[in-house]
């Protein structure tokens, strides 16, 4: 009892920890892929010579603007007062409010931090001017920010289509990249920003302290997984022993996993009593950032399952207590499990893609 007391507040702070971590990630990254961006685009006429991607940034740069997630709002405040639907007024009034918080909180640390423009940037220095006036108003993403707070009310409200209403979100966010905009962690820290208020907004005032906590262990997974991507994708492998160590242990160690969860789920005698699903989870994790071949990367990684695992303590012994898998819950177990080795060959497969 005395443990239990103490375990939200050890996963909050190993969360902050977490997303910390993956922060001084990506920033090691905001330069390179900077540059990249502007590979891509047509110097004579200073735009996206892809046409796909000139589109992508259009159409983020639109759905992302303050007066379209408005209208968003209003079309779900009207359909709810039109039908007498309390989950769509609740959708609008608290997407409307998550908006407003997001975009207040953005501009007051916009013009409080003063981090120049990507179009400013200057032998890839980190320069910051507080207060310096327009092109220093980078960090962080506005468009980012209000998009992920509208996403999270939404996602909370319409739990079924959550995944494509926060894919929505991520799709503006890195049109604002796209369009030479913003850097990466300026994004970033909007979808951060945009995460807590709209976490805060979806749930009573009172307990804003609770919800700040909530949103950080549930986003934080989210950060240090596109920091292990990221990694990923520009570094070539490496033949180092340490290297080579960690993507070999990360194979065994998802595989072991994997297998733990199966026997948990089915309640499988041979399943030790130590198990749980939140462990197993964390071992799946684990064994993933670790094939990203990074120390550093594995380092957040860890700190993010142990959260998860002290976050999924209280009941998750009880929750497979039946000893019962219907149709549907073994198919949601052979998705994960395929999920997972789809990720496991694409973290080998998409090794130095784009070397920067």
Not at 156 to 182: D, E, K, N, Q, T
Not at 183 to 204: E, F, K, N, R, S
Not at 257 to 286: K, Y
Not at 288 to 299: D, P, Y
Request: glycine residues 10%.
């Amino acid at each position: 009892m005395a443990l239990s007391r103490f375990t939200p507040a050890a996963a909050f702070l190993l969360s902050i920890c977490g997303l910390i971590l993956a922060f001084v990630g990506l920033f090691e990254w905001d330069v390179p892929l900077t540059r990249f961006i502007r590979s891509l685009n047509d110097v004579h006429r200073d735009h996206l010579a892809n046409p796909w991607l000139a589109q992508l940034s259009d159409v983020g740069d639109r759905l992302g603007k303050g007066e379209s997630l408005v209208i968003l709002s209003l079309v779900l405040l009207a359909v709810g007062y039109g039908l007498k639907h309390p989950q769509w007024k609740d959708a609008g009034w608290q997407s409307l409010i998550a908006h407003g918080l997001a975009a207040l909180c953005a501009n007051i640390l916009k013009h409080a931090i003063g981090r120049p423009r990507p179009k400013f940037m200057h032998a890839g220095k980190l320069d910051l001017s507080p207060v310096s006036g327009s092109g220093w108003d980078s960090f962080p993403s506005g468009h980012a920010a209000a998009a992920f707070a509208v996403a999270t009310v939404l996602a909370a409200r319409f739990p079924r289509v959550r995944w494509p209403i926060l894919a929505l979100a991520v799709a503006i966010a890195m049109s604002r990249i796209i369009r030479g905009s913003h850097y990466l962690t300026d994004v970033a820290g909007g979808a951060a920003l945009g995460c807590v208020m709209g976490v805060i907004a979806a749930h009573p005032w009172r307990e804003w302290r609770s919800s700040i906590a909530v949103a950080v262990c549930r986003m934080t997974p989210l950060f240090v997984a596109t920091l292990a991507l990221v990694w990923t994708i520009v570094h070539l492998p490496s033949e180092t022993w340490p290297s080579q160590q960690l993507l070999w242990g990360g194979l065994v160690l998802t595989l072991a996993g994997l297998v733990g969860h199966v026997l948990w789920t089915v309640q499988s005698p041979r399943c030790p009593g130590w198990l749980s699903g939140s462990l197993a989870r964390g071992i799946v994790g684990l064994g993933l950032g670790m094939t990203a071949g990074s120390l550093f990367v594995t380092t957040a990684v860890l700190l993010v399952c142990v959260a998860h695992w002290l976050d999924g303590l209280p009941g998750q012994s009880e929750s497979m207590a039946n000893g019962h898998v219907g149709v549907w819950g073994a198919m949601a177990e052979g998705l994960f499990v395929a999920a997972m080795l789809l990720v496991l060959g694409a973290s080998y497969a998409l090794k130095g893609i784009v070397p920067m």
